[in-house]
């Protein structure tokens, strides 16, 4: 349960003679599933790599539950994400891909095996868990990513166009278990999607985004309801 604010933020890469964020300013409640979606190179994908603490932020903060979050490490910040490509460890079985972060984590080999066998079993993946990523199929590979980030417990889960690699039948029914992930873990849930559709199907609000700056944030209906 994390409450978000974003004030003033702004991000400049090196080396670049423009801010790719401006001004970009937003408050995310307790639980809300957050898609965000707008043309190629708006700055999507910074947005949420400055979230993970893989990109730095230029200018403004980001606070969770009112608390500077921006200047905390990234391997701190309690942030799961999962990327397009679902970037498995591909020389690792399904277990060990799972159960990678909390590898590195204090917990007792025992936590983790109960950790890991959790997520498979909640993902259809108990039967996997020997294999490898390359024996696996693309909807499965996903549900990998997705059990990795579940273990970690998140407060924010991110997610970088997690289904645009899926054929349309696996679309449906990984959006279904990327909500009930939602649900069960009760983070925020910042979704990034190029598809208007399954913004409106999926979530709480939809972040309009244009050049660096959000056009537009509401629920569904109100931004269906504009012209
Ligand atoms: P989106 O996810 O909406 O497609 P991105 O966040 O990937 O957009 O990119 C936004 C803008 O920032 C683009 O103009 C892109 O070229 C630029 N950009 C992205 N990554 C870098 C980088 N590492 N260095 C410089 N410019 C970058
Ligand atoms: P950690 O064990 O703390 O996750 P990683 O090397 O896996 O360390 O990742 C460093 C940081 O990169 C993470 O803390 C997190 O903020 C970010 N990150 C983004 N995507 C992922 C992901 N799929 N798995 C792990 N970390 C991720």
Redesign the pocket.
């Known amino acids: 349960m994390s409450k978000v604010q974003i004030e003033h933020l702004y991000k400049r890469?090196?080396?670049?003679d423009e801010d790719?964020l401006k001004d970009i300013n937003l408050a995310i409640d307790n639980e809300e599933f957050i898609s965000i979606i707008?043309?190629?190179?708006?700055?999507?994908?910074?947005?949420l790599r400055c979230f993970a603490g893989l990109e730095k932020i230029t200018r403004g903060k980001i606070l969770i539950d009112g608390k500077r979050f921006d200047n905390i490490p990234p391997q701190k910040r309690r942030i799961a994400m999962v990327f397009q490509d679902y970037a498995l460890y591909p020389h690792m079985t399904v277990y060990n891909n799972i159960a990678f972060n909390l590898k590195l984590s204090k917990l007792s080999k025992e936590t983790i095996d109960t950790k890991v066998k959790e997520a498979a079993a909640r993902l259809g993946l108990s039967d996997f868990l020997k294999r490898k990523p390359a024996q696996l199929s693309g909807g499965q590979r996903q549900r990998v990513a997705l059990g990795r980030a579940l273990v970690r417990d998140p407060k924010i889960f991110l997610m970088d166009e997690p289904l645009s690699n899926l054929d349309a039948k696996l679309r449906v029914s990984t959006r279904q278990d990327i909500i009930v992930m939602h649900q069960q873990l009760k983070t925020v849930t910042i979704y990034?999607t190029h598809d208007q559709a399954e913004a409106m199907a999926m979530s709480d609000k939809i972040l309009l985004?244009r050049d660096g700056v959000v056009q537009q944030y509401g629920s569904p209906n109100q931004l269906y309801d504009q012209p």
């Open positions: 890469y090196e080396n670049a790719t707008g043309p190629s190179g708006c700055g999507k994908s910074t947005l990034v985004m």
